[in-house]
């Protein structure tokens, strides 16, 4: 069985259908790219598979379980246990600094507290960010604090990824370097799914799916 499972997946909005009937499977250390113009549904179809949305219509099995009749409560568990989320805006927390800000995650985890600061300093270390643990978000480049919004995605060891556009505010330097990151990440077992407009980093990925508004290609698995 899939990790992750769409069935028939439909999100409406007044006068628009952002999604039809979207069915795909996601696999546990499967690296996928998900590719379409802007308005395509990329951003719907990821919100609803991490759980952050509801579908109008279908439903989403995540590891064999259904979360269509689930309540708040249990899908935010099943949210924080399974999925990391890294977004084309960075959205740090301004006075709190780079430690603080990746430890964010952590009160929700089940995590003791006497240990977070063991995995907040592994995490940043990963993303090559150890040194400026005490540094505030104004104080980096774009391509620092989104290494810092990785480290925060990964510091509850969720088991996929999901990422919007994550190199799209970066220059493409920067880019590239966040790119080698996400490899190195899926090499080590990480499941990621990644929104993205760049068809060179597109076909990086093990698998492509591509939306055209909101329908799933016949083209793609």
């Known amino acids: 069985m899939s990790f992750i499972e ?4 439909s999100k409406d909005y007044p006068g628009q259908s952002a999604l039809d009937k979207i069915s795909v499977h996601l696999n ?21 598979i991490g759980l952050l949305d509801r579908p109008t219509r279908g439903d989403v099995f995540i590891d064999g379980c259904s979360t269509h009749k689930l309540g708040l409560g249990r ?6 246990r399974y999925f990391g989320f890294v977004f084309q805006q960075f959205h740090l ?17 089940g995590l003791p507290r006497h240990q977070w600061r063991n995995r ?6 990963k993303v090559g960010l150890a040194d400026r643990e005490n540094a505030y978000p104004g104080e980096l480049s774009g391509g620092q604090q989104q290494r810092v919004a990785i480290a925060r995605a990964l510091v509850a060891e969720p088991r996929f990824l999901l ?8 220059d493409s330097h920067t880019a590239r370097q966040i790119i080698v990151l996400f490899q190195t990440l899926h090499q ?3 499941g990621l799914l990644m ?11 093990q698998r492509r799916l591509r939306l055209l508004d909101g329908r799933l290609q016949p083209n793609t698995p």
């Open 93 to 109: 927390i301004g006075d709190l600094n780079v430690a603080e800000n990746v430890a964010l995650p952590l009160r929700y985890s």
């Open 120 to 125: 907040v300093m592994e995490y940043l270390d």
């Open 75 to 80: 899908r935010c568990r099943l949210r924080n």
């Open 163 to 170: 990422a919007d556009e994550p190199t799209g505010n970066l």
């Open 195 to 205: 929104a993205t407009h760049n068809p060179d980093y597109a076909a990086l990925a």
């Open 188 to 190: 080590e077992g990480m």
């Open 28 to 48: 546990q250390g499967e690296f996928v790219a998900l590719e379409g113009v802007s308005g395509s549904g990329k951003s719907t179809l990821l919100a609803l």
């Open 6 to 9: 769409c069935h028939n997946l």
